[in-house]
C-alpha cells in the first residue's frame, strides 16, 4: 500500500516538473529568439546587404545597380587617398587620446577606491558624461572652444594667450579639443571598470609587499598591475575600437575643420553615402567597399592586439 502511495507520488510529481521543465524551456528558446531576430535583421542582414552592394555600383536607384567586381576595392587602393589621410588622422586620434584617458582613469579610479568621504558622489560624478549623448557633447565643447568662448576668456584673462585663439585653424589644436571632449565623455566608464578590478585585488597582497619593503611605485607594478591586467586589456582594445568608430563628435564639434583635416574613418564612410565631403555624389557601393575594408583592417588590428596579448601573458 505505501509502495503503490509513493508511486504515485513519484509519478504527479515527474508529470508537475516535466511540465515545468517544459514551459521553462519555452520560456527560454523565446527569450532568445528575440536576441536572435534582432542580431538577424540588425547585424547579420546589413552585413551581408554591405558585403554584397561592395561589388556594385549603385546610387540608390535600382536601374543603377551594376557589377563591377574588383573595381572598388582597386580604387580604394590605387587612387583614393583622402580615405587613407582619414585613417592616418584616426590613428592620431587613437595615440593622442588613449595614453591620456587610461592612465587618467587608472589614477581617478585608485583614489575613488581608498574608501575617503564623498567617493560615490565622485564616481556618479565622473560617470554622469557618460550617458550624455555625443552630439550634445560635441555642442558643449564647440561653444567653450569657440572664438568667443569660455576657455578664450579664461586663458587670455589668466595671461596664457595674448589674444583670443582660434581652435580650429589648425589640425593639431582641433584634435586637442577633440581629444578633451571625448576623453569627458568615456572616461567614466573606464574609471568604474578600474573600480572594479582594484575592489578585486586582496589587501593582503599590498600588506605582504609593504613587509618586503616595497613603496609605492613597486606596489603599484607588482601588485596593481598584474591584478588589473586581463581588465586592463579589455580596456585598450574597447578604446581602439571605440576610436576607430568616432564619429558623431567629429561631425558636430570641429567638421572636419580646418579643411577636412580634423575627418576620422566613419565620418568619411558616412558622408560617401550622401553628398558632401566624400563625393558629390551618393555612391552606396563604393561605400559599403569602405565599410568592408575597414572592418577587415579593424579585425587584423584586433587579432593582432590579442596575439601579442596572449604572448604577454604567457610572458608573465
Known amino acids: 500500500m505505501l509502495k503503490t502511495s509513493s508511486r504515485k507520488i513519484k509519478h504527479k ?34 552585413l551581408a546587404w554591405a558585403i554584397r552592394l561592395s561589388w556594385f555600383s549603385y546610387t540608390g536607384t535600382p536601374s543603377s545597380l551594376r557589377f ?20 592616418l588622422t584616426t590613428i592620431q586620434f587613437a595615440f593622442y587620446k588613449i595614453p591620456i584617458e587610461i592612465p587618467l582613469a587608472l589614477f581617478v579610479a585608485n583614489l575613488l577606491t581608498k574608501k ?7 564616481r556618479t560624478m565622473f560617470f ?4 550624455i549623448s555625443i552630439a550634445i557633447v560635441g555642442l558643449i565643447f564647440s561653444n567653450m572652444f569657440s572664438y568667443f568662448g569660455v576657455m578664450n576668456n579664461f586663458f587670455e584673462s589668466t595671461g596664457l594667450l595674448e589674444s583670443n585663439m582660434n581652435w580650429f585653424s589648425t589640425k593639431f589644436a582641433a584634435l586637442t579639443v577633440l581629444v578633451i571632449a571625448d576623453t569627458w565623455h568615456s572616461i567614466g566608464i573606464n574609471i568604474l571598470y578600474f573600480i572594479s578590478a582594484l575592489s578585486n585585488i586582496s589587501d593582503d597582497l599590498y600588506e605582504a609587499a609593504k613587509i618586503d619593503g616595497a613603496n609605492a611605485w613597486q606596489r603599484f607594478f607588482h601588485v596593481t598591475v598584474p591584478g588589473i591586467a586581463p581588465v586592463l586589456q579589455i580596456i585598450l582594445m574597447m578604446s581602439i575600437i571605440g576610436t576607430v568608430h568616432t564619429s558623431d563628435i567629429v561631425l558636430v564639434l570641429t567638421g572636419g575643420a580646418p579643411a577636412g583635416q580634423t575627418f576620422t574613418v566613419m565620418p568619411y564612410l558616412t558622408n560617401t553615402f550622401v553628398p558632401g565631403f566624400a563625393n558629390e555624389y551618393v555612391n552606396i557601393g563604393y561605400g559599403c567597399a569602405l565599410a568592408v575594408t575597414t572592418a577587415i583592417i579593424l579585425a587584423l588590428i584586433t587579432l593582432l592586439y590579442n596575439k601579442l596579448s596572449s604572448k604577454l601573458s604567457d610572458v608573465n
Open 116 to 122: 575617503l568621504k564623498g567617493s560615490g558622489f565622485f
Open 68 to 87: 563591377i567586381g574588383w573595381a572598388n576595392f582597386i580604387n580604394i587602393f590605387k587612387n583614393d587617398l583622402t580615405y587613407w589621410k582619414t585613417f
Open 13 to 46: 510529481s515527474n508529470k508537475l516538473f516535466g511540465k515545468y521543465d517544459r514551459n521553462t524551456t519555452m520560456c527560454s528558446y523565446l527569450m532568445l529568439s528575440i536576441d536572435i531576430i534582432g542580431f538577424l535583421v540588425f547585424v547579420l542582414y546589413p
Open 128 to 131: 554622469l558624461p557618460n550617458v
